[in-house]
């Protein structure tokens, strides 16, 4: 019995040419691949998690230099919209959920601000302000609430909504 001679390494391939493997059938995902829905529960907890982090430093900021900064609405917005788009992919519940956490950031941040200001001046601690005088404390946001506010509010509900939806698609 004879052993068959091994195939020589070097030697053209025999049989048709054929055409090198495509992308797909390597497993290569393309651009965009993933963008369908991804982790929908992830993409609300972060988004909540980065509203209340995003609106914690709206509130020192503004008590820091004395004056609130109504820009900050679209920082808060672009921050919540792009951390729950990237997480959450493209599912059309995402964008309006993006723009109502980037309002809570907001709403939370200018609550803040207002219990950092009462802690200095009446001595009353920012929890005690959220627990057991919130009555007082949303007065005092209701005080200062003009027309101001509720441009930059929507704006930054715009800019939360909107970056949910192109962050999700990309």
Request: glycine share 14%.
């Amino acid at each position: 019995m004879t052993t068959p001679e091994p195939a020589d390494p070097f030697a053209p391939p025999s049989g048709p040419p054929t055409a090198p493997a495509s992308p797909l059938a390597a497993g290569v995902p393309l651009a965009g691949a993933g963008a369908g829905p991804k982790n929908l529960p992830g993409a609300v907890l972060a988004g909540l998690g980065v509203a209340l982090a995003s609106g914690l430093l709206y509130g020192f900021v503004a008590k820091a230099i004395d004056r609130e900064i109504p820009w900050m609405a679209v920082g808060i917005g672009a921050a919540v919209g792009v951390t729950v788009g990237r997480i959450g992919g493209k599912h059309p519940a995402l964008p309006p959920v993006g723009a109502l956490l980037s309002l809570l950031g907001l709403f939370l941040g200018q609550l803040f601000g207002i219990a950092l200001y009462v802690q200095e001046g009446a001595g009353i601690s920012v929890p005690s302000m959220f627990t057991e005088h919130f009555p007082v404390l949303f007065d005092a946001w209701k005080d200062v609430f003009d027309l101001i506010s509720v441009v930059f509010i929507v704006i930054g509900a715009a800019v939360g909504f909107h970056m949910t939806r192109k962050s999700g698609q990309s």
